[in-house]
Nanobody, 127 residues
């Protein structure tokens, strides 16, 4: 049984920080990448950050770069997103996603087509 579970969302004031966590289990892959997408009301789901199995390769969206840090846990099925200097426009439901490795330059963006998603965790940033 595949399980992808994220947590750590909440309500914070602009400029504050949150740390999101995700664990995945039961995936039918030897190695897999993991990432975070977010979706705000009325908007498309968008990639925020992704990390390879080894942790060596990372992707950050332009809005996340410089503010968010993604990391893999010692157990490779764990992943974290440290979010700092949060802004109201970061308000969204954040989804953890896992999928097979892809050897192309769109490896993170392509995760939107994965079948392995968490339930989402709400991040709300107040003014």
């Amino acid at each position: 049984q595949v399980q992808v579970v994220e947590s750590g969302g909440g309500l914070v004031q602009a400029g504050g920080s949150l740390r999101l966590s995700c664990t995945a289990s039961g995936l039918p892959f030897d190695d897999y990448v993991m990432g975070w997408f977010r979706q705000a009301p009325g908007k498309e789901r968008e990639a925020v950050s992704c990390i390879s199995w080894s942790g060596a390769a990372k992707y950050y969206s332009p809005s996340a770069r410089g503010r968010f840090t993604i990391a893999r846990g010692n157990a490779k099925n764990a992943m974290y997103l440290q979010m700092s200097n949060l802004k109201p426009e970061d308000t969204a439901v954040y989804y953890c996603v896992a999928g097979p490795d892809r050897n192309d330059e769109r490896w993170c963006l392509s995760l939107r087509h994965s079948s392995y998603w968490g339930q989402g965790t709400q991040v709300t940033v107040s003014i």
